[in-house]
């Protein structure tokens, strides 16, 4: 859009508080959350919808919002990383992140806290394929996927 | 309406998932954008005289989880699950999928052995296009500039038709698609529809591969039977198989051949269970 294109407000919920912010039409959701909001648990890496590092919720499902304009957020409910770490019923889950030691350079961290709530969310007692085929969108580069998937089972267990 | 005024300059936005990185690479460039999910009405999945339509805004979550589709579809249903991944399912459309014309689809082979069509809309008039004559050649259809696809229309198989559905590849995108389904009756192959898609620029349908199954019985039809042996050879030529950064061509011509049979295999083997899936 040329560059005067007047910007678009938008009105959501940004990890349970009420937000507003004018956004240009092209803005990504990611560069609104980082640069906005500065929530920078939210990490840019592929920028292109594969790698899964730039996930966050909307309203309870997992986009990249590497590519997601900002302006679709209007009107609904935004879940970061940095909303999930404040949630207490979710502490479950980043715990056994952590007793599992499911991440090495952490990059890849956020979303695949996110894309594994989404997943409890739905089903609180996943098998072990359905987190397989849950986090299968979601890339990590140096722990590997076993102790992830690992940490979700764990986390489903404590959280029922 | 808009679309025509704005010639050429605008773009029907749905999902974004490819358009968007289309624009970010420097590939497309348009000055206005169109959002379809604006147009009420076009999320439905809903049941018509013939079978489900699916509204130009459903994404290929919406259709994997949706009951009517699950119902009537379960092939459609579970191929939608391994499009790419959940965040671009839960945006990405059916419609734009097809519309965008990318080589490597699933939906667009799939939906050619349920013999779908789509609903397309321009300024004064509106139509109908059977799904194999949307995509004309690599991220081309035969849409006027002005038109816009409003619906995806999806028969059932009919009754005691069974299918599958084969991927295979090792980049995002799918480097090969077979889609296959099956009718029996008395022993025999009474009706076959085969598909292949991802090897060359636009999935077609195979007849010759059909029409040699037609009439053959079911139970001599083991992985080494001459006629299915014959459907899969000859799938591996009329596929036009093409060399891209998937592959050379002569290696897509064996995946054709190889996935074919199993595929095939695995329509005959759901027979009688009841489902197309
Ligand atoms: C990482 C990744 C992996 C993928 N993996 C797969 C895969 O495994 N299998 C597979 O089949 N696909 C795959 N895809 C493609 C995916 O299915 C599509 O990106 C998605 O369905 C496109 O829908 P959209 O709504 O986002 O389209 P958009 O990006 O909004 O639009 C795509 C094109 O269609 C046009 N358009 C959109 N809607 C209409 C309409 N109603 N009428 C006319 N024109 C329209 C737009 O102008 C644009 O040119 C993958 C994509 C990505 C990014």
Request: charged letters at 25%; glycine letters at 8%.
């Given at each position: 859009?040329?560059?005067?294109?007047?910007e678009i407000p938008v009105r959501f919920t940004l990890n349970g508080a009420e937000a507003e912010a004018a956004v240009a039409?092209r803005m990504p959701l990611i560069d609104l959350l980082r640069g906005e909001f500065g929530l920078t648990g939210t990490k840019r890496?592929?920028?292109?919808?594969?790698?899964?590092a730039c996930a966050v919720l909307l309203d309870?499902?997992?986009v990249s919002s590497c590519?997601l304009p900002a302006f679709e957020a209007r009107g609904k409910a935004v879940l970061t990383v940095e909303g999930l770490a404040a949630d207490?019923?979710?502490?479950?889950?980043?715990?056994?992140?952590?007793?599992?030691?499911?991440?090495?350079?952490?990059?890849?961290?956020p979303g695949?806290l996110l894309?594994?709530?989404?997943?409890?969310?739905?089903?609180?007692?996943?098998?072990?394929?359905?987190?397989?085929?849950?986090?299968?969108?979601?890339?990590?580069?140096?722990?590997?996927?076993?102790?992830?998937?690992?940490?979700?089972?764990?986390?489903?267990?404590?959280?029922? | 309406?808009?679309?025509?005024?704005?010639?050429?300059?605008?773009?029907?936005?749905?999902?974004?998932?490819?358009?968007?990185?289309?624009?970010?690479?420097?590939?497309?460039?348009?000055?206005?954008?169109?959002?379809?999910?604006?147009?009420?009405?076009?999320?439905?999945?809903?049941?018509?005289?013939?079978?489900?339509?699916?509204?130009?805004?459903?994404?290929?979550?919406?259709?994997?989880?949706?009951?009517?589709?699950?119902?009537?579809?379960?092939?459609?249903?579970?191929?939608?699950?391994?499009?790419?991944?959940?965040?671009?399912?839960?945006?990405?459309?059916?419609?734009?999928?097809?519309?965008?014309?990318?080589?490597?689809?699933?939906?667009?082979?799939?939906?050619?052995?349920?013999?779908?069509?789509?609903?397309?809309?321009?300024?004064?008039?509106?139509?109908?296009?059977?799904?194999?004559?949307?995509?004309?050649?690599?991220?081309?259809?035969?849409?006027?500039?002005?038109?816009?696809?409003?619906?995806?229309?999806?028969?059932?198989?009919?009754?005691?038709?069974?299918?599958?559905?084969?991927?295979?590849?090792?980049?995002?995108?799918?480097?090969?698609?077979?889609?296959?389904?099956?009718?029996?009756?008395?022993?025999?192959?009474?009706?076959?529809?085969?598909?292949?898609?991802?090897?060359?620029?636009?999935?077609?349908?195979?007849?010759?591969?059909?029409?040699?199954?037609?009439?053959?019985?079911?139970?001599?039809?083991?992985?080494?039977?001459?006629?299915?042996?014959?459907?899969?050879?000859?799938?591996?030529?009329?596929?036009?198989?093409?060399?891209?950064?998937?592959?050379?061509?002569?290696?897509?011509?064996?995946?054709?051949?190889?996935?074919?049979?199993?595929?095939?295999?695995?329509?005959?083997?759901?027979?009688?269970?009841?489902?197309?899936?």
């Amino acid at each position: 859009m040329p560059d005067g294109m007047t910007e678009i407000p938008v009105r959501f919920t940004l990890n349970g508080a009420e937000a507003e912010a004018a956004v240009a039409p092209r803005m990504p959701l990611i560069d609104l959350l980082r640069g906005e909001f500065g929530l920078t648990g939210t990490k840019r890496s592929c920028d292109a919808q594969v790698c899964g590092a730039c996930a966050v919720l909307l309203d309870g499902q997992p986009v990249s919002s590497c590519t997601l304009p900002a302006f679709e957020a209007r009107g609904k409910a935004v879940l970061t990383v940095e909303g999930l770490a404040a949630d207490e019923r979710s502490a479950p889950l980043t715990e056994a992140f952590v007793n599992n030691a499911a991440f090495q350079c952490g990059f890849c961290t956020p979303g695949m806290l996110l894309a594994a709530k989404a997943l409890l969310d739905a089903d609180p007692a996943p098998s072990e394929e359905t987190i397989k085929d849950a986090l299968s969108g979601n890339v990590c580069r140096c722990t590997g996927y076993k102790k992830i998937v690992e940490a979700v089972e764990e986390a489903a267990e404590a959280m029922r | 309406m808009l679309l025509a005024q704005e010639s050429g300059a605008a773009a029907l936005y749905a999902g974004g998932t490819e358009l968007l990185l289309a624009m970010k690479s420097g590939l497309l460039a348009y000055d206005a954008l169109i959002n379809v999910k604006s147009i009420a009405g076009l999320d439905a999945v809903a049941a018509d005289d013939r079978g489900v339509v699916i509204g130009a805004s459903a994404t290929h979550s919406a259709v994997e989880r949706d009951a009517l589709a699950r119902e009537r579809l379960p092939l459609l249903a579970e191929v939608e699950h391994s499009v790419a991944n959940a965040r671009v399912r839960n945006v990405g459309t059916l419609a734009g999928n097809l519309c965008f014309a990318e080589p490597h689809s699933d939906p667009a082979t799939l939906l050619l052995i349920y013999e779908a069509e789509l609903d397309a809309q321009g300024p004064s008039a509106s139509r109908r296009i059977p799904v194999g004559e949307l995509q004309t050649n690599s991220y081309e259809t035969s849409l006027a500039p002005d038109e816009m696809v409003t619906a995806v229309r999806v028969p059932p198989f009919p009754a005691g038709m069974s299918g599958a559905y084969s991927k295979f590849g090792r980049h995002h995108r799918p480097t090969l698609g077979v889609a296959a389904a099956v009718a029996v009756e008395d022993g025999r192959v009474a009706d076959v529809r085969i598909a292949i898609g991802c090897v060359s620029p636009v999935a077609r349908r195979l007849p010759r591969s059909e029409d040699v199954l037609r009439g053959e019985r079911v139970d001599g039809l083991a992985a080494d039977a001459p006629a299915l042996r014959e459907a899969c050879r000859l799938a591996a030529e009329d596929a036009d198989a093409v060399a891209d950064l998937h592959g050379e061509a002569d290696y897509k011509a064996h995946l054709a051949r190889v996935f074919l049979e199993r595929t095939l295999l695995r329509a005959l083997g759901r027979n009688g269970s009841g489902g197309d899936a």
